[in-house]
């Protein structure tokens, strides 16, 4: 039943930005766990960034070490939305993105094999 779709990716220079969002259906931001990740040609996919959160509480959030400053995660509950705010853009950062959500009874931003629904990627290339 949940379905993600991920929106916002597209062609920037580096050092420009872009923001991605993750609209989910069929499913409530209760208590939740959703991340990030990427994968680029020709490598594996990556987590990029977290957010665990729950309703009355202030959601921690998680990043790759790489993408540290530059990135931020952020949800919008009422929404059923995830953001990523991606500044200071760098070739390498050139990626499918994904959003991933954890649906089981257990949520742990830090256990990847516990995101179980997957959106079907936005493509981000930066250019040099």
């Known amino acids: 039943e949940v379905q993600l779709v991920e929106s916002g990716g597209g062609l920037v220079q580096a050092g420009g930005s872009l923001r991605l969002s993750c609209a989910a259906s069929?499913?409530?931001?209760?208590?939740?766990?959703i991340g990030w990740f990427r994968q680029a040609p020709g490598k594996e996919r990556e987590g990029v960034s977290c957010?665990?959160?729950?309703?009355?509480?202030?959601?921690?959030?998680y990043y790759k070490y790489s993408v540290k400053g530059r990135f931020t995660i952020s949800s919008d509950n009422a929404k059923n939305t995830i953001y990523l705010q991606m500044n200071s853009l760098k070739p390498e950062d050139t990626a499918v993105y994904y959003c991933?959500?954890?649906?089981?009874?257990?949520?742990?931003?830090?256990?990847?094999?516990?995101?179980?629904?997957w959106g079907q990627g936005t493509q981000v290339a930066v250019s040099s």
């Open positions: 069929g499913f409530t931001f209760d208590d939740y766990a």
């Open positions: 991933a959500a954890q649906t089981g009874h257990h949520r742990d931003c830090t256990m990847e094999v516990l995101f179980d629904s």
């Open positions: 957010i665990k959160g729950s309703v009355g509480s202030d959601g921690n959030t």
